[in-house]
C-alpha cells in the first residue's frame, strides 16, 4: 500500500500563485510516474502534470508555461507549483502514483481544493 498525503491548497486571487505538495509513503514502487490532476465540480477528472521517476515531465496544454511540477525522490515527495491562476483553475487537486512498468499500480491522495477568485 502506499499513502499519498497533499497539502498547500487553498483560496487566491486571480494572477496569484500556489504551490501544491504531496508526499508519498509506504510500499513504494519504482519506476512509477507521479502526477496532479484536477476535478472541477460537474467535470470529469483530468490530468494536469505528471513527472517520472527520471524526470520526464508531461503537462495539459491549458496549465503549459504556468504550472511546474518536480519531485524529490530521495523524499518521496512531488510538487506542483502553480503561477498566473486563472479562475478556470479552480478544482479539487488529486495526487496520484502509478507504476510505469510490470503489474499495474495506482494510488491516489485525498484532493486539497484550489480555489481562484476573479
Known amino acids: 500500500q502506499v499513502q499519498l498525503v497533499e497539502s498547500g491548497g487553498g483560496l487566491v486571487q486571480a494572477g496569484g500563485s500556489l504551490t501544491l505538495s504531496c508526499a508519498a509513503s509506504?510500499?513504494?514502487?519504482?519506476?512509477?510516474?507521479m502526477g496532479w490532476y484536477r476535478q472541477a465540480l460537474g467535470k470529469q477528472r483530468e490530468l494536469v502534470a505528471s513527472?517520472?521517476?527520471?524526470?520526464?515531465?508531461n503537462y495539459v496544454d491549458s496549465v503549459k508555461g504556468r504550472f511546474t511540477v518536480s519531485r524529490d525522490n530521495a523524499k518521496n515527495m512531488v510538487y506542483l507549483q502553480m503561477n498566473s491562476l486563472k479562475p478556470e483553475d479552480t478544482a479539487v487537486y488529486f495526487c496520484?502514483?502509478?507504476?510505469?512498468?510490470?503489474?499495474?499500480?495506482?494510488?491516489w491522495g485525498q484532493g486539497t481544493q484550489v480555489t481562484v477568485s476573479s
Open positions: 513527472i517520472t521517476s527520471g524526470g520526464r515531465k
Open positions: 496520484n502514483i502509478a507504476s510505469v512498468i510490470g503489474p499495474m499500480n495506482e494510488y
Open positions: 509506504g510500499s513504494i514502487f519504482r519506476p512509477n510516474v
